[in-house]
């Protein structure tokens, strides 16, 4: 059975909406699917009836960015009460302090003589504010002097976020953390499963971490990613089998790429199918 958890929307960093989300799915032949926008639930009950439309099971998700320790990673949480307002206020510090570092990047960038109307695009976003966006709007009022600096005719947007966004000289975005230990705290209260979110796209396979986080409360791992490559995929779901971890998989979907890339989504290449994830079940039902 095909299933997708970890999608993103219009409320965090993704391009379409979860109604637009949930048709392509559909279209995809997902059975299942969550999800899992950054610091935010703001999108989950459009997603959930839109699933629900296209016969497609939803399960409620969010995605964060967590630290524990000396250590910094992202986690996915399923299947919890997203009407909590503990949640809630969790959740609004995080966009609260993501938007505060944003706005002082933006405001170097624009002593730095680029153009840039910093309150009309943040205002944009009371949520999730999404560093991509912020790229496109500034690609798009700086073009020419980009195209200059950069030499490419249409630089992608890894390279501007480097360059520009996370440039020591002008400033660096990073992400708002929430400690994993207040997650799992209210984990307790609110219930699901928290996940280990795509760990080989960050370098972070390490057996004793992983077994220290579990004994913390974590539940799983997420092994089938397209950010993983299949030595990393063989050896992660070792350990997971070993450790006795959930074991998930989810595609990271954001958009479909345009422009005359061949490739649009990691859809055209890449199937997640539940019946390879030992404990899955667990999330899925």
Not at 100 to 128: P, S
Request: with cysteine; hydrophobic share 35%.
């Amino acid at each position: 059975m095909l299933i997708d958890l970890q999608i993103h929307s219009t409320y965090s960093d993704g391009y379409l909406t979860p109604t637009q989300v949930a048709s392509f799915l559909k279209k995809q032949g997902v059975k299942i699917a969550a999800l899992t926008d950054h610091n935010t639930v703001g999108g989950v009950d459009e997603f959930l009836s839109a699933c629900r439309k296209e016969k497609i099971k939803p399960i409620v998700g969010v995605e964060l960015h967590t630290k524990f320790k000396e250590k910094k990673f992202g986690v996915l949480w399923y299947n919890f009460d997203h009407k909590d307002t503990e949640l809630h206020d969790m959740l609004r510090d995080t966009q609260v302090r993501r938007k505060k570092i944003i706005r002082r990047v933006l405001e170097k960038l624009v002593e730095h003589g680029y153009k840039f109307n910093i309150d009309k695009t943040l205002d944009m976003y009371n949520r999730y504010a999404p560093i991509n966006h912020m790229v496109d709007e500034f690609k798009r009022l700086n073009m020419k002097r980009i195209i200059k600096e950069q030499g490419m005719s249409d630089p992608p947007e890894n390279l501007l976020i480097q360059a520009y966004f996370k440039n020591k000289k002008i400033g660096v975005v990073h992400n708002s953390f929430v400690s994993l230990e207040r997650i799992l705290k209210l984990k307790k209260k609110i219930g699901g499963q928290v996940i280990l979110c795509h760990p080989a796209k960050h370098d972070y396979i390490r057996v004793d971490d992983w077994k220290d986080l579990k004994s913390k409360g974590l539940d799983g791992v997420e092994i089938l990613s397209p950010h993983h490559s299949y030595d990393s995929i063989m050896y992660i779901q070792k350990i997971a089998r070993e450790i006795g971890l959930i074991e998930s998989g989810g595609s990271d979907f954001h958009r479909h790429e345009g422009s005359t890339y061949l490739i649009q989504n990691a859809w055209q290449y890449y199937r997640i199918d539940s019946k390879l994830l030992k404990g899955v079940d667990r999330i899925i039902g």
